[in-house]
């Protein structure tokens, strides 16, 4: 009896040792966790050459009190590699993150990152970082030019000086180490004069300049630079210019948007001129019979009031018809046509109804 009794007792004890161990277990695997330390995130290669390749290793290391694995790594742009020392490292464990870019074919300010993920409770993911300036062979000051918004009659009227807005500097340079030579510099456009003011084998200042007979409307073009010694042999300077007309429509474009084929509508444009003139509105036609033009003078001097009214019940299809409207400005002789886009849209099934109504 005494032996029985004494058994039970070392069964109870050595259920509670054992719940005890395995609670203990538990919580140290609970507190057993890998902890990803980074040496620096961040990785400044200051300026360096086009064409160059930066590389640098980030080192990292687990510091937590379980294998810290590296689950994956996402450069963020195809210009950057990079190779992993090692995707497990026990806690205490240090490695390597190499990482390179190529700098061929991009130039500036430059910041590029890779991502990389882990199993680190408190940082699933570690963002790593190179910024720096990459320094083309060839410098363009500005690097595109910009015309803006140049109204036509003023443009005819300047002469070209120093103070044209119709004339654009800019310099090109090779950089410092370059063995390479300017051989030339050309405009695609036919609208665009350049003129070298300065220039030897390693640099020049020169003008771009908006041709007097330049055609109304946007284009877009470029200024090459031709060049010898350097891998790359031409540089494109973009361009830009929008030729306005003295006499401007606000809007331009008149959308009555989604029509139900019953009633009218109207809207509003303005005729003005852009800066100082006046000028005559000689005649406004419309090239739908389902849009009416009114039109009277405004209270400002140099405005014109338009009532585009719009009748839905002529509409039979998609409407994307024009309003011509002939001036003249005042002291010219030359007639100038502007056109006036409106448009309309019909409803799906509004044939389908318009039919059934007929029927």
């Known amino acids: 009896m005494f032996l029985r009794k004494q058994l039970e007792q070392l069964v109870v004890c050595s259920t509670r040792l054992l719940f005890l161990v395995v609670t203990l277990l538990f919580a140290l695997s609970a507190w ?27 080192r990292f290391r687990n510091v ?27 806690p205490g464990e240090e490695a390597n993150l190499a990482v390179e870019l190529d700098t ?23 963002l790593l970082t190179l910024q720096g300036e990459v320094q083309p062979e060839v410098l363009v000051t500005p690097t ?18 120093k103070e044209n807005t119709v004339e654009r500097s800019f310099s090109v340079k090779l950089r410092d180490g370059s063995r390479g030579k300017i051989t030339g510099l050309t405009s695609r456009s036919k609208w665009i004069e350049v003129e070298t003011l300065s220039s030897d084998a390693r640099s020049l200042q020169a003008v771009a300049r908006l041709r007097r007979d330049v055609l109304e409307g946007e284009f877009r073009d470029r200024i090459v630079i031709s060049l010898s010694g350097t891998k790359q042999r031409t540089v494109n300077i973009p361009l830009y210019a929008s030729v306005r007309s003295q006499i401007e429509l606000k809007p331009e474009v008149v959308s009555f948007g989604i029509v139900k084929g019953e009633g009218a509508q109207t809207q509003e444009v303005r005729i003005q001129t852009r800066g100082k003139g006046d000028f005559e509105v000689l005649s406004v036609d419309s090239d739908s019979p389902a849009v009416s033009v009114d039109i009277a003078p405004g209270v400002q001097a140099g405005v014109f009031i338009l009532d585009v009214t719009l009748d839905e019940t002529k509409v039979e299809k998609d409407l994307k018809t024009a309003v011509r409207i002939r001036i003249e400005e005042r002291g010219e002789e030359r007639e100038e046509e ?9 409803p799906p099934d509004f044939l389908r109804r318009k039919k059934g109504k007929r029927s």
């Open 64 to 90: 937590g009190t379980s294998p810290l694995e590296i689950q994956r790594v996402v450069p963020a742009c195809g210009c950057t590699v990079s190779k992993l020392e090692k995707e497990l490292l026990e």
């Open 144 to 161: 595109r030019i910009q015309f803006g918004e140049v109204v036509r009659r003023e443009l005819e009227q300047k002469s070209f000086s």
């Open 32 to 58: 057993a966790t890998p902890k990803l330390s980074l040496e620096s995130p961040i990785y400044e290669f200051g300026v360096v050459p086009q064409g160059r390749t930066v590389s640098h290793s980030f």
């Open 338 to 346: 502007l056109l006036l886009s409106v448009t309309a849209v019909l």
């Open 104 to 126: 061929k074919g991009i130039s500036g300010s430059k910041v590029k990152t890779v991502r990389m993920y882990t199993n680190d409770p408190d940082q699933l993911t570690a």
